[in-house]
């Protein structure tokens, strides 16, 4: 049996949509073996896309604003007891023009009304982090969940990551929601230093190096007063950088229970039975990198795979670095890979394997 396993190629191809033409291409290569779909995520964009394709479920649509307070829509799927939302679907970087990307003025608040109509719907209200065009440490959504977030003057902070050195105190709302959220971190990365928020992702997300310094200084002052005001220590939490410092934001002001995406969806859709019953596992994502071995979940089916001893064939529109012994990279050489390119691509491989 191949297992066909591939998450999301960002901004082309949907988890599904990939899995569904890896499939394909894996048919016409050995089309006398079973092949099953499985898309699945980390956690980060695609989240939605891969547990409704895994295990269905009724979506429901909902009203978020972006970064930028503007109106847009978005998504809520109930599976039993728990809603799962995307924080990508509120404050994603495909929500914007490449010239307003500016995490020192953009805000995380528009996931606050996704994760209230979660809420209005289920017990547990899973949170998918990743994809964020924000450096805010989830204080943009915080405050629109009635926090307030104050200067030495006692005003209340303007959004964005920007303003968050100015930080002197915080003032929880007078009722909290006894919601049980479960934020899902689509990477490892701690919320400061070397490997944190602002540094490895703000570039990625048009800031500069001054906006990284002022980033990782707002997100340290952050840390700090949380543990004063709030009494929660976030500054080395294993996630807590995730979606430029939501990890954190969950954890500090919602309380939220915070795993690991990649663990937390592959437990979800029964990857280990089906990887125990394979012959063959095909993986996918638009870029494979170093930090698809952070948390990603293309790295974590490698892994899986690997230890089990099983083949592994990934396929990437690009990859940067080495994918590990015994692994099989296809790459479309740099190029954006649509439906067409992905199935050719995965029947070459696998054909090549046969032989």
């Known amino acids: 049996m191949i297992l066909v396993a591939p998450t999301s190629f960002k901004g082309t191809i949907g988890a599904s949509d990939a899995a569904r033409a890896?499939?394909?291409?894996?048919?016409?290569?050995?089309?006398?073996?079973?092949?099953?779909?499985?898309?699945?995520?980390?956690?980060?964009?695609?989240?939605?896309?891969?547990?409704?394709?895994?295990?269905?479920?009724?979506?429901?649509?909902?009203?978020?604003?972006?970064?930028?307070?503007?109106?847009?829509?978005?998504?809520?799927?109930?599976?039993?007891?728990?809603?799962?939302?995307?924080?990508?679907?509120?404050?994603?970087?495909?929500?914007?023009?490449?010239?307003?990307?500016?995490?020192?003025?953009?805000?995380?608040?528009?996931?606050?009304?996704?994760?209230?109509?979660?809420?209005?719907?289920?017990?547990?209200?899973?949170?998918?982090?990743?994809?964020?065009?924000?450096?805010?440490?989830?204080?943009?959504?915080?405050?629109?969940?009635?926090?307030?977030f104050l200067d030495a003057a006692g005003r209340d902070l303007?959004?964005?990551?920007?303003?968050?050195?100015?930080?002197?105190?915080?003032?929880?709302?007078?009722?909290?929601?006894?919601?049980?959220?479960?934020?899902?971190?689509?990477?490892?990365?701690?919320?400061?230093?070397?490997?944190?928020?602002?540094?490895?992702?703000?570039?990625?997300?048009?800031?500069?190096?001054?906006?990284?310094?002022?980033?990782?200084?707002?997100?340290?002052?952050?840390?700090?007063?949380?543990?004063?005001?709030v009494g929660v220590d976030v500054a080395a939490l294993d996630g807590a950088g995730a979606a430029g410092g939501l990890g954190a934001g969950c954890v500090a002001f919602l309380g939220a229970t915070l795993e690991r995406g990649a663990d937390w969806v592959l437990g979800a859709v029964g990857f280990d039975a089906l990887l125990a019953r394979a012959t063959l596992v095909v993986t996918g994502e638009g870029r494979y990198d170093a930090q698809s071995s952070m948390g990603k979940v293309t790295g974590e089916v490698v892994t899986r795979a690997c230890a089990a001893g099983v083949p592994v064939v990934v396929v990437a529109g690009s990859f940067e670095g080495d994918v590990g012994d015994g692994v099989i990279a296809v790459t479309g050489g740099d190029t954006t890979l649509d439906v067409d390119a992905l199935r050719r691509l995965a029947a070459r491989a696998i054909g090549r394997m046969e032989r």
């Open 22 to 148: 890896i499939a394909s291409g894996a048919r016409d290569a050995r089309p006398a073996l079973d092949v099953i779909e499985l898309p699945v995520s980390d956690g980060g964009p695609g989240l939605i896309d891969a547990l409704h394709g895994a295990g269905g479920g009724a979506l429901f649509h909902a009203t978020a604003v972006d970064p930028l307070d503007r109106a847009v829509h978005a998504r809520v799927l109930v599976q039993g007891a728990r809603a799962i939302v995307e924080s990508a679907d509120a404050c994603g970087m495909h929500r914007l023009a490449r010239s307003e990307l500016d995490p020192m003025r953009l805000s995380s608040g528009g996931l606050a009304g996704l994760i209230e109509a979660g809420a209005e719907l289920a017990g547990t209200v899973v949170v998918g982090l990743g994809g964020s065009a924000t450096v805010d440490g989830g204080v943009g959504m915080a405050a629109a969940l009635g926090w307030r």
């Open 158 to 229: 303007e959004p964005g990551g920007g303003a968050l050195r100015r930080l002197d105190r915080i003032r929880a709302p007078s009722a909290r929601p006894g919601w049980r959220v479960v934020a899902l971190a689509d990477v490892r990365n701690p919320l400061l230093g070397p490997l944190g928020a602002a540094s490895v992702f703000g570039p990625q997300k048009g800031a500069s190096a001054d906006d990284v310094l002022a980033l990782e200084q707002g997100l340290g002052r952050l840390a700090d007063v949380v543990r004063r005001d």
